[in-house]
């Protein structure tokens, strides 16, 4: 007595678009989303330019375009309201500060939003 198994999948593209992964998907969009609102909290923050008007957030990147962005992401001294030298969390390289302390945080919000788990 043999018994036959027929396994039938869709297509990678169907699965990958049922758990909004596609190209640039929802889940892209939504994990850039995340990064950006924790990334805030780390930012610079003297006036609010930099960290809250010239910041523009695209499905795979956050733009920080004020002129002394790349100044304050690679010298900040964290000596501004709430800088790292005063005790707060705002200071230079505020994305790599941001994902060492909310990374898991994230990747767990991205696994619930496309209906999976982290591992």
């Known amino acids: 007595m043999s018994n036959t198994v027929k396994i039938q999948m869709d297509k990678t593209q169907k699965i990958l678009l049922r758990r909004y992964l596609n190209k640039d998907g929802k889940a892209q969009q939504y994990f850039t989303k995340q990064c950006a609102a924790k990334m805030n909290n780390f ?15 695209k499905t795979k990147q956050i733009i920080f375009s004020a002129p002394y962005a790349k ?12 800088g790292t030298s005063l ?5 230079k390289l ?26």
Do not use: C
């Open 87 to 91: 005790g707060g969390t705002r200071g």
């Open 43 to 57: 930012v610079p923050y003297d006036t609010g330019r930099l960290k809250d008007i010239d910041v523009t957030i």
């Open 71 to 82: 100044l304050q992401y690679y010298s900040n001294k964290g000596m501004g309201k709430q």
């Open 94 to 119: 505020w994305d790599k500060r941001m994902w060492t302390q909310h990374g898991n945080e994230i990747v767990q919000s991205v696994a619930n939003f496309v209906g999976g788990r982290k591992k």
